[in-house]
């Protein structure tokens, strides 16, 4: 983690995060509202180029998306999660800018999802049609 991140987060938990609570129903609330596994592969589809998490968020409501309506952060939440396990990098800019891209691991996992979405769309589509063959 950059050292700027964790002078910001020493400073965070001894001023703000330290009047929080964040109890485990809260976490059951926040992961109800949220189908996070299509807006994880939403996010990683769009950082096949190198995007800020603003721009991610900008596109996000352009395209509609629901989860993330008055609740952005969740955008944040994904990028940490999905950098810790390897599928983006980050980098800062000469400004300050944070700017994420997806790494081979992320793109080799997005390719994985989306063939599973595949079979289970040729799935549905052959279950459709052994029904209407039976009707017709």
Do not use: C, P
Request: without cysteine; proline residues 0%.
């Amino acid at each position: 983690m950059d050292d700027r991140l964790k002078n910001l987060k020493k400073a965070m938990n001894n001023s703000v995060f330290s009047k929080v609570e964040f109890t485990a129903t809260h976490q059951i609330y926040v992961h109800q509202q949220l189908n996070e596994s299509q807006l994880e592969q939403q996010i990683l589809t769009l950082l096949v180029d190198k995007k800020s998490g603003i721009e991610l968020a900008q596109l996000l409501h352009t395209k509609g998306v629901q989860e993330i309506f008055n609740n952005e952060g969740i955008v944040y939440t994904i990028l940490h999660e999905q950098e810790n396990k390897g599928y983006i990098i980050s980098q800062w800019d000469d400004v300050g800018g944070k700017y994420y891209q997806l790494t081979k691991s992320g793109l080799k996992w997005l390719r994985s999802q989306n063939r599973e979405k595949k079979t289970l769309f040729a799935r549905k589509q052959q279950l459709l049609e052994v029904r209407l063959n039976d009707h017709f």
